[in-house]
Nanobody, 125 residues
Framework: QVQLVESGGGLVQAGGSLRLSCATSGGTFSTYVMGWFRQTPGKEREFVAAISRSGRIITYFDSVKGRFTISRDNAKNTVYLQMNSLKPEDTAVYYC??????????????????WGQGTQVTVSS
């Protein structure tokens, strides 16, 4: 059973930075496409970024392009989300997700089989 554990969330002022980490266990990390999603109360889950198994294919939600960077370290079984120039509208619970069957990164949450418990990111204005 694959387990995902996010960390690195917290409270930050607008314009600040945070780096989220998602450590995985129970599977072969290098065979999983990894993604980050976020959700605020009353809203649907929203795609943020995703990365292929090798790390060569990356896709971002338009509103985070140029501010967020997704990366992975297959030796450490961890995927990261570096978030810079944070805005209040980035406030959400951030979840990492993994899938073995995907050929390339997907923006659809339903394509991912495994999810972490989430980490809260709060950006104050």
């Amino acid at each position: 059973q694959v387990q995902l554990v996010e960390s690195g969330g917290g409270l930050v002022q607008a314009g600040g930075s945070l780096r989220l980490s998602c450590a995985t266990s129970g599977g072969t990390f290098s065979t999983y496409v990894m993604g980050w999603f976020r959700q605020t109360p009353g809203k649907e889950r929203e795609f943020v970024a995703a990365i292929s198994r090798s790390g060569r294919i990356i896709t971002y939600f338009d509103s985070v392009k140029g501010r967020f960077t997704i990366s992975r370290d297959n030796a450490k079984n961890t995927v990261y989300l570096q978030m810079n120039s944070l805005k209040p509208e980035d406030t959400a619970v951030y979840y990492c997700a993994a899938d073995y069957g995907l050929v390339r990164p997907s923006v659809l949450g339903r394509d991912y089989d495994y999810w972490g418990q989430g980490t809260q990111v709060t950006v104050s204005s």
